[in-house]
């Protein structure tokens, strides 16, 4: 078990809809990462928190934003569902910015009917 | 340039024997180089990680080795184990955004007991 717990673990709906990924960082670790694991695109980093502040940006739509709590836990908020945004979406937490470990959670696997 | 390739896509072994995952990349400013272990139904986990200042590294029956000139590192399992059936991704990061990583597509492996 990483430490980093993610809900939901299964999450169905439908085009068009909203829906918010949560993840609760290991305790201890300030920063939280946001990866998104497709067939076609393999894995893919999406964003980073660290402490609350967005540190960095990668891969992620518009149509998609996050935020990291005050108490840590991170969501990822994704509107405007297309069938292509199914996939599993990963949350990773370490401790800081630098070369520590990244801890991953189960993930959320999103489908998109 | 931001692009990891791996290869082979899977890779079936027999228990003892070795098993050889390769990967490649272009952008000489990545500085960092780690191996991810992933198990059906879980994120990814790290196995062992490489800085370009070393050729090689090993970490009980897990080696990475590196060739800067060629851009390119593998990790190789010894005495392998029906155990070590897992998806196995290279990937990489540069100085500054250590955790940003990049991704290959990973590799199925699968060892016959």
């Known amino acids: 078990d990483s430490g980093v717990t993610q809900t939901p673990k299964h999450l169905i709906t439908a085009t068009g809809q909203r829906v918010t990924l949560r993840c609760s960082p290991r305790?201890?670790?300030?920063?939280v990462y946001w990866y998104q694991q497709s067939l076609d695109q393999g894995l893919q980093f999406l964003i980073q928190?660290?402490?609350?502040?967005?540190?960095a940006k990668g891969n992620i739509l518009e149509r998609f934003s996050a935020q990291q709590f005050p108490d840590l836990h991170s969501e990822l908020n994704l509107s405007s569902l297309e069938l292509g945004d199914s996939a599993l979406y990963f949350c990773?937490?370490?401790?800081?910015?630098?070369?520590?470990?990244?801890?991953f959670g189960s993930g959320t696997q999103l489908s998109v009917l | 340039q931001q692009q990891v390739k791996q290869s082979p896509q899977s890779l079936i072994v027999q228990k003892g024997g070795i098993s050889i995952i390769n990967c490649a990349y272009e952008n000489t400013a990545f500085d960092y180089f780690p191996w991810y272990q992933q198990f059906p139904g879980k994120g990814p986990a790290l196995l062992i990680a490489i800085r370009p200042d070393v050729s090689e590294k090993k970490e009980g029956r897990f080696t990475i080795s590196f060739n800067k000139s060629a851009k390119q590192f593998s990790l190789h399992i010894m005495d392998s184990q029906p155990g070590d059936s897992a998806t196995y991704f290279c990937a990489a990061s540069m100085l500054g955004s250590a955790r940003q990583l990049t991704f290959g597509s990973g590799t199925q492996l699968t060892v016959l007991p």
């Open positions: 305790s201890g670790d300030l920063s």
């Open positions: 928190y660290y402490n609350g502040e967005e540190r």
């Open positions: 990773a937490s370490s401790v800081g910015t630098g070369r520590e470990k990244l801890f």
